[in-house]
């Protein structure tokens, strides 16, 4: 008997659980446009007040995963070194 109770509770469990996510993940894709960064709402707004234009980056990272992978491997590096040095960095003072 507490094994078909069990079950039911996690029936029941997922019945709300995932209702509950599908209509957040529909609520917030239902934006009535993409939202624009600071650089696109702000700086270039102020810079065209000021008769500047907008120019082109140095390094263009294209879609986006260029400057996703140089996070990544900037992540890598610095979690190895904290790993590497974990006992000096946790080392308590004398």
């Known amino acids: 008997m507490p094994e078909r109770k069990r079950k039911w ?4 469990i997922h019945a709300t659980i995932l209702p509950t996510l599908l209509f ?9 446009k993409p939202w624009t960064g ?9 810079a065209k007040e000021h008769g500047r234009e907008v120019k082109a980056p140095l390094i263009d990272p294209g879609s986006g995963d260029l400057l ?6 900037a992540g890598a590096v610095g ?7 974990w006992r000096e960095l946790t080392k308590k003072a004398p």
Do not use: M
Request: hydrophobic share 65%; proline share 3%.
């Open 9 to 12: 509770q996690i029936l029941l």
């Open 24 to 32: 957040g993940v529909y609520f917030f894709s239902l934006a009535p």
């Open 38 to 46: 600071v650089d696109e709402a702000v700086v270039e707004k102020i």
């Open 68 to 73: 996703l992978f140089v996070f990544l491997v």
């Open 79 to 85: 979690g190895f070194a904290a790993g590497y040095y």
